[in-house]
């Protein structure tokens, strides 16, 4: 199966407030709007599905700064393409353990984005579901009984950075 379908599926069963990021495919969004157990949706860096009318407002939300916005353990479901998210990863995945409720869902197409999830949600929880599509993979984390430690935060953002430089100087010695 590929994870568009997967993704149909999974978006039917979901309820509460969710955030959905980099989520592209109207058949997606349709689904979303469909589903009454969703309360709140917010979608970030996504199309919009606009009928010409000028009712709803939208506006420009920082990814650096979603912290500020929602409050702590105040979204039930982020649903996140991997591929909007990759330079903002060493401070998202803390952010995203802050914020969420219940469960976290990446859709990643290549493995090494995969192994770098898995690897660095590991820290905060150990209950993660990769699920193996078509075309890529989806990663389930459950943030039911996760917490935040400022400390550990702030030594996992320096090793994050320094992980990132070693891969920024090893491209630019393999070129």
């Known amino acids: ?3 568009n379908s997967n993704l149909k599926k999974y978006l ?13 495919e109207i ?6 709007e469909k589903n009454d157990a969703i309360v709140e949706c917010d979608l970030l860096n996504s199309i919009s599905k606009n009928d010409g009318s000028d009712n709803g407002k939208s506006k420009k939300i920082s990814i650096k700064k979603i912290k500020k916005l929602y409050r702590k353990k105040s979204i039930d479901y982020m649903i996140i393409n991997i591929d909007e998210m990759k330079k903002y990863l060493k401070t998202f995945i803390k952010d995203s353990i802050y914020l969420t409720t219940k469960e976290i869902c990446y859709f990643v197409t290549k493995e090494y984005e995969k192994d ?9 929880t150990k209950k993660i579901e990769v699920l193996e599509c078509d075309d890529g993979y989806i990663i389930r984390i459950d943030t039911e009984n996760t917490k935040n430690n400022f400390f550990k935060d702030k030594i996992y953002y320096i090793i994050d950075t320094l992980y990132n430089l070693s891969d920024i100087i090893g491209d630019i010695l393999a070129t």
Request: proline fraction near 0%.
């Open 1 to 3: 199966m590929k994870i």
């Open 27 to 32: 058949n997606l969004i349709d689904i979303i």
């Open 12 to 24: 039917k069963k979901i309820n509460g407030k969710i955030i959905g990021i980099g989520i592209k």
């Open 116 to 124: 770098v999830i898995i690897k660095r949600y590991q820290r905060y």
